[in-house]
């Protein structure tokens, strides 16, 4: 089946512009995950949806982060006034969740975000 | 949070030759999972593993849970096989992965 969507799959933005990041889980999936992995580093995480349960936003860096889910599909992160410690690529992953258990995370293609 | 160490960070290897990756980490997990990163920056699943060995073609992977590592083999590398290797967990009741620094691995011709 299909795997885990993100668009677009590269963003210039100016510094102050806000940005809207997009993300197709597979379907099923009823856990959301948004990572950051900045240039050369591993993944850091942001947020997390779990069906209609408050998301975690333990994650996010700053107020100018958000992220929304409708049900269990698409999710998208929103950045505001954007700033060039921003750029990074952004990942989304999803999983089956059931009942706290853990299950294997799989990861889209990320979008590539530079503030310029 | 939890830590995460992978060693070594770099890895350079001649086509064919054989490999370990090592992962460590501070606390009990219920989850791990190995990624293979390609260049164009596709995480790639390779092992979910919190405990035990698995073995998919010419990788395998084993977890001593209870002495918190885990190990990646590559057998008989290939110029494919290039790219960082993430290992990630998560903290018991947790779902957050945590990611180690990666091994970048080059295998040359």
């Known amino acids: 089946g299909a795997g885990v969507s993100q668009s677009p799959s590269n963003k210039v933005t100016e510094k102050g512009k806000d940005v809207e990041l997009r993300c197709d889980p597979i379907?099923?999936?009823?856990?959301l995950y948004w990572y950051r992995q900045r240039l050369g580093q591993g993944l850091e995480f942001l947020i997390y949806?779990?069906?209609?349960?408050?998301?975690?936003k333990s994650g996010l860096p700053s107020d100018r982060f958000s992220a929304e889910r409708t049900g269990e599909s698409v999710s998208t992160l929103t950045i505001q006034r954007t700033q060039q410690e921003d750029s990074a690529v952004y990942l989304c992953?999803?999983?089956?969740?059931?009942?706290?258990?853990?299950?294997?995370?799989?990861f889209g293609p990320g979008t590539r975000l530079t503030v310029t | 949070g939890i830590q995460v160490e992978q060693s070594p960070p770099d890895l350079i290897l001649q086509e064919g030759a054989n490999s370990t990756l090592r992962c460590n980490f501070s606390?009990?997990?219920?989850?791990l999972q190995w990624f293979h990163q390609n260049p164009w920056g596709q995480l790639i699943n390779l092992f979910y593993?919190?405990?035990g060995t698995k073995q998919n073609g010419r990788l395998s992977a084993t977890t001593v849970a209870t002495e918190r590592y885990s190990l990646l083999y590559i057998s008989s590398s290939q110029t494919t096989d290039s790219g960082v290797y993430f290992c990630?967990?998560?903290?018991?009741?947790?779902?957050?992965?945590?990611f180690g620094a990666g091994t970048t691995v080059t295998v040359r011709a």
């Open positions: 606390d009990s997990v219920n989850n």
């Open positions: 990630a967990v998560a903290g018991v009741g947790d779902y957050k992965l945590s």
């Open positions: 379907s099923g999936h009823t856990a």
């Open positions: 593993i919190p405990s």
């Open positions: 992953a999803s999983s089956l969740d059931y009942a706290g258990d853990p299950y294997e995370q799989y």
């Open positions: 949806f779990q069906g209609n349960s408050a998301p975690d």
